[in-house]
């Protein structure tokens, strides 16, 4: 939903096109620059708590936003500061949310578990701008983005209702250690960042 609120958003309190761009790359930026450090993180505590947090993090940006918006006093940075947290948080659950579904699940179903979970934000990622553009035309920017924001709380609500079995920590290096090896795994699999390079110019293709 956000990808639609948000450019209108901007558009709805004057802001140019280059506005809409700041306000993306804002979001965009801290995702991608704590990714990595939200895997760290992850592999570190509970994931279960990470989720949490990270969904009540943007319940409250998301909430600021479309208040700011709803109130009719929003300007520019103040719909980019919410979106960069906002962002902040995303790059701390993904990873977390990954790295979670094999504790919940038999090795046996792994593989139908992720179908089900990729179907599941594939048709988000189809009814959600399509969702958006219709609460927009009826009733305005801030309230599809507080739509969006009520759905992290449902996400969260959901997760503190999971039960998840206790996860056995292995004390080993340090976060800093483990920060470079998975830098490491990652830039010695050329698969993996050819298709993280090609999935961001078609990112931004779209975007676009």
Avoid: K
């Avoid at 809409?20 to 509970?46: E, F, H, I, N």
């Amino acid at each position: 939903m956000v990808a639609a609120a948000l450019a209108f958003a901007v558009l709805e309190i004057g802001g140019s096109a280059a506005a809409v761009g700041l306000v993306r790359a804002a979001r965009t930026a801290p995702l991608v620059m704590s990714v990595l450090v939200g895997g760290v993180v992850a592999d570190r505590v509970s994931r279960r708590t990470v989720m949490v947090t990270a969904d009540l993090l943007r319940v409250v940006t998301q909430g600021l936003t479309a208040a700011l918006l709803i109130g009719g006093v929003a300007e520019v940075w103040m719909l980019a500061v919410p979106a960069a947290l906002t962002g902040l948080g995303t790059g701390f659950f993904s990873p977390a949310s990954t790295g979670l579904l094999p504790e919940l699940v038999p090795a046996e179903h792994l593989q139908r578990a992720n179908a089900l979970r990729s179907t599941a934000v594939s048709a988000g990622e189809i009814v959600g701008p399509l969702a958006a553009g219709l609460i927009v035309a009826a009733l305005g920017a801030g309230a599809a983005i507080a739509v969006d924001a009520a759905t992290f709380a449902v996400s969260a609500a959901c997760l503190a209702a999971l039960r998840v079995p206790v996860r056995a920590r292995e004390r080993g290096a340090s976060f800093l250690a483990d920060l470079r090896t998975g830098w490491v795994a990652f830039r010695s699999r050329r698969w993996v960042w050819t298709f993280v390079g090609y999935f961001a110019l078609g990112n931004m293709m779209w975007a676009a």
